[in-house]
């Protein structure tokens, strides 16, 4: 089983419409949460951490269910810009991210 | 904002030769690491290094591989002796102490040939 799976899409979403996914985790240690973006052939770039209690950043909230070993991200109002792929981000040893495989979101005019 | 840099932007390399990839991490942060990314795939731990000495390490990373602190700035990785398969986008993060994100640069694309 994937340490952490994804679904891979693609969403297409149309611009202004809410999309949300889901993330599942099998290790139960892990200890930290991330959502980070990737571009075509670009960097991951930092999203958003997520907290046990859920968290929100603008048009993004992100929750975490640790019970079930899954993460969301919900992306409200989206725009054009929103297009990339999602990539869930898990830690359970000190300092090595464990990727998913990312969740790719076409936001469609 | 501060940002990770890395050089080259793109390696091409004969197999079996050495490649030397650079970074230069955000100034204040402690935590360093590499990840690799095969076209098309995931993106894959390889190594973490914090205090002059390796932390934690992969199965990817085998005994090809080295990575150094040279200076108070840069920090290296190593393949010896470069195989096909190692052609991968080769990314450098950097973190803040106290379970802080982990900040990429925009990556080296090693090409082997």
């Known amino acids: 089983r994937k340490e952490v799976e994804q679904d891979p899409g693609p969403f297409n979403v149309p611009e202004g419409a809410t999309v949300a996914f889901n993330c599942t985790y099998s290790?139960?240690?892990?200890?930290?949460f991330f959502w980070y973006r990737q571009d075509c052939r670009k960097e991951p770039k930092l999203l958003m951490s997520?907290?046990?209690s859920g968290n929100e950043d603008g048009r993004f909230t992100a929750q975490l269910n640790r019970a079930s070993q899954y993460i969301s991200l919900l992306i409200r109002d989206s725009k054009l810009s929103d297009s990339a792929t999602y990539l869930c981000?898990?830690?359970?040893?000190?300092?090595?991210?464990?990727f998913g495989a990312g969740t790719q979101v076409v936001v469609t005019p | 904002e501060p940002e990770v840099t890395q050089t080259p932007s793109h390696q091409v390399t004969q197999m079996g030769q050495e490649v030397i990839l650079r970074c230069v991490p955000i100034?204040?942060?402690?935590?360093f690491y590499w990840y690799r990314q095969i076209l098309g795939q995931k993106v894959e731990f390889l190594v973490s290094?914090?205090?002059?000495?390796?932390?934690?390490k992969s199965e990817i990373f085998d005994d090809q591989f080295s990575v150094e602190r040279p200076d108070g700035s840069n920090f290296t990785l190593k393949i010896r002796s470069t195989k096909l398969e190692d052609s991968a986008m080769y990314f450098c993060?950097?973190?803040?102490?106290?379970?802080?994100?982990?900040?990429f640069g925009d990556g080296t694309r090693l090409s082997i040939l």
């Open positions: 993060a950097s973190s803040a102490p106290g379970d802080q994100p982990q900040h």
């Open positions: 290790n139960s240690a892990s200890q930290s």
């Open positions: 997520v907290y046990s």
């Open positions: 981000v898990v830690t359970y040893s000190w300092g090595k991210l464990q």
């Open positions: 100034s204040n942060h402690l935590y």
């Open positions: 290094f914090y205090n002059n000495e390796i932390s934690e």
